[in-house]
């Protein structure tokens, strides 16, 4: 009988920090096994209350893997990798839950969590949803909103000041796991060679190995053709009988290549108000300065506004 492979190391989020580039970078590494799902939410399915009850999030859900064999399947091709490794980025948003489940399953796993300014971060799950047509009021609007939707079990997506309050699951992850590496979204994107240089020796993998940081995933804001978008994302009659054709001509990995820097060319950033920007600096000044102390990081950057 196989032996059952499972990760050795897990992205344990946070949700729009760069966990969908990170994948997709570590994937590149000859050493590296990333499950092709990127976000299976094993963990987290394992008390999360369904349904989930905000708009789309019935397609959401669809992504949940909630039975421990099919988790398994995803890693059945490691091989030899030294690094398996999965993407859920809800995970370290809801420590509580996850932190014994890992446990459970995978013991002591490495862990890297993915942290990004968090005005950025709260502003960038909203053009997400809004990208995704799931989105439709006014972001002042939906923070108001934001206490009524957590409490009627509408997906973290939408959990937009909470998501982004960091201390209390990097200190609980800390405190639970042996090796966690706290990565900074800004140093992935301006020093990405130099970043993921670290991210391999601390996954034990070869170090010089080089790889296309050239493209960035599941980028947010308007599209400025709907439809091109929806034939990208969604399928759609057209893409389902043009899929078989290209997948002829075109690898797994070009294609999604491919279609992301489509799908960044086809989408305009949103602005956020100056005086917005700085009501939510102040929400998360407290949490930032506890953050700084328990990383002994300087992150007064992330509240300059």
């Known amino acids: 009988m196989n032996k059952t492979i499972l990760p050795n190391f897990l992205i344990a989020g946070t949700a729009k920090c760069g966990t969908s580039s990170l994948h997709n970078y570590l994937a590149q590494h000859p050493q590296i096994f990333m499950s092709k799902a990127k976000e299976p939410r094993f963990i987290t399915s394992q008390f999360t209350p369904f349904p989930l009850n905000g708009p789309g999030d019935h397609k959401v859900e669809r992504w949940y893997i909630k039975r421990y064999d099919d988790y398994a399947k995803l890693f059945e091709n ?19 839950g996850s932190i014994p489940v890992i446990k459970k399953y995978l013991g002591d796993p490495k862990i890297i969590i993915m942290l ?12 997400h949803l809004v990208r995704d047509n799931r989105e439709t009021i006014p972001f002042a609007e939906a923070l108001e909103k934001e206490p009524e939707r957590i409490k009627n079990n509408w997906e973290l997506i939408y959990h937009y000041t909470a998501v982004s309050k960091y201390y209390e699951p990097v200190k609980a992850f800390q405190e639970n796991f042996s ?3 706290i990565v900074l979204n800004e140093d ?56 078989p054709l290209v997948r002829l001509f075109l690898s797994h990995e070009k294609r999604k290549k491919i279609s992301q820097k489509i799908l960044a060319g086809n989408l305009t950033p949103m602005e956020i108000d100056p005086e917005m920007k700085k009501k939510l600096a102040a929400v998360f000044k407290d949490d930032v300065q506890k953050l700084e102390g328990l990383l002994q990081k300087d992150l007064s950057g992330w509240l300059r506004v």
């Open 78 to 96: 490691a091989n030899n990798a030294i690094a398996i490794g999965e993407s859920s980025a809800d995970t370290s948003y809801f420590y509580k």
């Open 116 to 127: 990004r300014n968090p005005v950025k971060r709260a502003f960038s799950a909203y053009q």
């Open 179 to 181: 090796h966690v590496k």
């Open 188 to 243: 992935l994107e301006k020093r990405p060679n130099e970043t993921l240089k670290e991210i391999f020796e601390f996954l034990g993998v070869d170090p010089t190995v080089a790889v296309d940081t050239g493209v960035r995933h599941n980028m947010s804001g308007v599209p400025k053709s709907r439809w091109l978008h929806e034939f990208l994302f969604e399928g759609n009659t057209v893409r389902q009988v043009v899929r």
